[in-house]
């Protein structure tokens, strides 16, 4: 079945150049164009991007920078600030927050508790430091998260890693341990006061640096620590309460105890 174009003639097309207005006319309506693509390609960029002041995570030591829509949190792509604190409120509540860990260290026995401090400033350095986040703080490069955090961080893994019955497969932990350590020698973590670095014990002031979800390692450091953070801390996570419920609890256990024949639970 043959088709019919009635505008296309079997004949040469002369060729026709256009008057120099025309050519003008043109050129400005192209370049009219290609401004609004281009324009349209740096919002997408801009879009791209989000702040992270006022996070409950990030926001005291990086709120004046960004991070990008593109790179993955928890596991999850988020795309504003309030998806970014959600989503790491549900991941470091739930189960893969531990089975990422145990993944990652090559163990198997971790439980979540005993769980180093600063663990959020690292991440969060961690974060910026995706190519995609870099470009989204061109002109205004993130400092370094202070090596003394750092260091304190990877470091508070040693309970864990050098744990047979957590991580049997010591060799292969201890190295994975090892190369962590050593980013705290990169330009990412190895900020000194000189260079106005983010010390995760402002950065975590609420929770003096323990995840948010870690209650009871808060509770058990202000309990014998003179951390200033402790004043704001003890009180927003009743620790009173908390300590008086294990008071009480322990009292409960030790009367069960007390008329039982040794051997027996």
Known sequence: MSVNFPYLGRRRARKF???????????????????????????????????????????????????????????????NLAQFDRVLDQYFASGSNVDDINREFGCNGWDGTNGPRYRVSY????????????????????????????LE???????????????????????????????????YYDGTADDQCVDGQKNEVATCGFLPTARDAICAYCTSSQDACCEDAHKSYHCDALNDNQDSLGKVTSANHSGLSPGQI
Not at 32 to 52: E, K, R
Not at 153 to 168: K, R
Request: hydrophobic residues 35%; neutral net charge; proline residues 6%.
């Open 153 to 187: 961080y990877t470091e508070g893994w040693t309970p864990m890693v050098t744990n047979t019955t957590a991580c049997p497969s010591q060799g292969l932990t201890l190295s994975i341990w090892s190369d962590l350590m050593s980013t705290c020698d990169s330009s």
């Open 123 to 150: 991440l969060c350095r961690s974060y910026l430091a995706e190519p995609a986040s870099q470009r989204c703080n061109t002109n205004n490069p993130p400092v370094p998260l202070c090596r003394s955090t750092c």
């Open 17 to 79: 150049w256009p008057r120099p207005s025309v050519v003008l006319w043109q050129l400005v309506i192209l370049t009219l164009f290609w401004a609004g693509a281009l324009g349209q390609f740096s919002s997408g960029v801009s879009s791209g991007c989000y702040s992270l002041q006022g996070s409950k995570y990030c926001g005291v030591g990086f709120g004046d920078y960004q991070l990008s829509s593109f790179i993955q949190v928890g596991g999850v792509t988020v795309s």
